[in-house]
């Protein structure tokens, strides 16, 4: 018979080789539980956290317009976007201002300009020279005309083939609209703040921010402005939709202090009628009611005319 104590030390050494791997699992499976369980509730709070980072922040860009839907960017359209034919059409019958955009590309620089023209009271926007579709819906988009019922303003955009920049600018000029050009060059232009803007119908012409106005439509312009900058022209230009926004401020303000100025004029003529009236001086008089002519001494009755009994 073996003894007992040998064979007890040996069962104890077994049941300790046996008990450290379960451990080693245990606390191993303990911290994958842990780290999983760690993980998922910082992945739902980022996935929480980037519903509230704004479209663009962090956000990679795409080419395609951010439209919500179809029907939103076909909503926009028919709000917004008319033909160049019916704002001719609408331009003729009543004075506006219109702000011509030759050679704009860019749906951001279309889209800031839309929202500035709608702010400072410029009804129309011309864009010529050929807008992509997808540039007009990236312009409409950017601009949240659409959240913005009291905004009102029109574009329209036709095509090269149909309406040419010198054919457009010829037709506006031959509506009385004066063609004025804001140009970065100083040469034979009028700094923006001695320009008169008060005009009810005005064209506002915009060249492209490399090139400029075209050559060919620089000699249908009427005036040329241009905007004081700390450089020259030749050496950097204003944003496009900077210098848009700097004109029709100025042009707002020039046309609130015109409303002011004849507004002060009316008070003056008011105040010095007032002490006439006081007096009774300056009261209308009512015209006198007619007499008939009576006959003169050498005049016969039959030549007076003779009033009939009522």
Not at 14 to 19: D, G, L, N, Q, S
Not at 128 to 157: F, H, I, N, T, Y
Not at 284 to 294: E, V, Y
Request: with cysteine; aromatic share 6%; net charge positive.
């Amino acid at each position: 018979r073996p003894p007992l104590v040998p064979m007890a030390r040996m069962g104890l050494r077994c049941r300790e080789t046996t008990a450290a791997p379960s451990r080693e699992r245990r606390k191993r499976w303990r911290y994958g539980v842990l780290f999983s369980a760690s993980m998922g509730l910082l992945l739902s709070f980022s996935v929480e956290l980037w519903a509230f980072v704004p479209r663009g922040l962090g956000r990679p860009r795409s080419r395609v317009p951010r439209c919500d839907s179809i029907a939103e960017r076909t909503l926009l359209r028919q709000s917004f976007v008319r033909e160049w034919s019916s704002m001719f059409s609408e331009l003729e019958a009543s004075p506006a201002c219109v702000a011509v955009l030759c050679g704009v590309t860019r749906g951001g620089n279309l889209g800031a300009v839309l929202r500035s023209c709608a702010l400072l009271g410029i009804p129309f926007v011309l864009a010529l020279g050929g807008v992509s579709e997808a540039d007009v819906d990236r312009a409409l988009w950017s601009s949240q005309l659409l959240r913005r019922p009291g905004w009102k303003v029109s574009l329209a955009v036709p095509p090269p083939e149909e309406l040419p920049v010198v054919d457009a600018m010829a037709k506006l000029r031959s509506m009385g609209f004066p063609l004025l050009g804001v140009t970065a060059h100083k040469d034979g232009a009028t700094d923006l703040w001695d320009a008169n803007l008060v005009a009810p119908r005005l064209a506002l012409v915009f060249g492209e921010e490399a090139d400029g106005i075209p050559s060919e439509v620089m000699p249908l312009l009427q005036r040329a402005v241009t905007i004081p900058m700390e450089v020259a022209g030749d050496e950097g230009s204003l944003n496009l939709s900077h210098a848009v926004s700097l004109v029709a401020y100025e042009r707002r303000r020039q046309r609130e202090r015109h409303q002011q100025q004849q507004l002060a004029g009316v008070g003056e003529r008011l105040a010095h009628v007032r002490p006439q009236l006081a007096r009774g001086t300056a009261s209308p008089q009512m015209p006198k009611r007619s007499q008939p002519a009576t006959p003169t001494p050498g005049e016969s009755k039959a030549s007076t005319p003779r009033r009939r009994p009522a």
